[in-house]
């Protein structure tokens, strides 16, 4: 079945970085785009970056554009989203997806906190 295994998260300073990996199993990984989101406490999920299926197209949220990088290796079926320059408005938990077919799957998710 399909897996998505999110880590990398943890606790920063602000103006740190972080590196996420999302780990992919149970389809044909290099067929896929991917997507990261993020869900701070009380708010919405938003879509933060995206990745086709090289990392030729990328699209970031204007909230992260020129901090973070999302990056693939379809060798190691794994997505990652390099984050620098973090704020404390980028504490959030953080999730992989991809849509097949019908459906979304999402990981289980990875805490970020931005804190001194």
């Known amino acids: 079945q399909v897996q998505l295994v999110e880590s990398g998260g943890g606790l920063v300073q602000p103006g740190g970085s972080l590196r996420l990996s999302c780990e992919a199993s149970g389809f044909t990984f290099s067929h896929y785009g991917m997507t990261w989101y993020r869900q701070a406490p009380g708010k919405e999920r938003d879509m933060i970056a995206s990745?086709?299926?090289?990392?030729?197209?990328?699209y970031y949220a204007d909230s992260v554009k020129g901090r973070f990088t999302v990056s693939r290796d379809n060798g190691k079926n794994t997505v990652y989203l390099r984050m620098n320059s973090l704020k404390p408005e980028d504490t959030a938990v953080y999730y992989c997806m991809t849509h097949l077919g019908a459906s979304n799957y999402w990981g289980q998710g990875t805490q970020v906190t931005v804190s001194s």
């Open positions: 990745i086709g299926l090289d990392d030729t197209l990328a």
